[in-house]
Nanobody
Framework: QVQLVESGGGLVQAGGSLRLSCAFS????????MGWYRQAPGKQRDLVAA???????NYADSVKGRFTISRDNAKNTVYLQMNSLKPEDTAVYYC?????????????WGRGTQVTVSS
């Protein structure tokens, strides 16, 4: 399957920027989508952004124009560039990969990285 390791979280003031990284390894040939999700305390885990193997990208409405997802296949890394951060962006951010191996779908998750935005 696929292993995912996030990094880059931290504490930042409102209006600041952070870049999250997700290093992926394992059986990566079957990955057809990679994404970033976030979960704030007491809330469900929601999609922030996703990039498909064919190149299509989706963003949550709340982050459009502020966040950018990108994938570097040479480095086996997916990034989430977060600009103009707001306190409501505070959450644990998780990297996700959807893949298909021998016709069986798999979903992999990283352990998450904390992002805290102070007002």
């Amino acid at each position: 399957q696929v292993q995912l390791v996030e990094s880059g979280g931290g504490l930042v003031q409102a209006g600041g920027s952070l870049r999250l990284s997700c290093a992926f390894s394992g059986i990566i040939s079957g990955i057809n989508r990679m994404g970033w999700y976030r979960q704030a305390p007491g809330k469900q885990r929601d999609l922030v952004a996703a990039v498909f193997s064919a190149g299509r990208i989706n963003y949550a409405d709340s982050v459009k124009g502020r966040f950018t997802i990108s994938r570097d296949n040479a480095k086996n890394t997916v990034y989430l560039q977060m600009n103009s951060l707001k306190p409501e962006d505070t959450a644990v951010y998780y990297c996700n990969a959807d893949s298909v191996l021998s016709g069986t779908p798999f979903t992999s998750w990283g352990r998450g990285t904390q992002v805290t935005v102070s007002s």
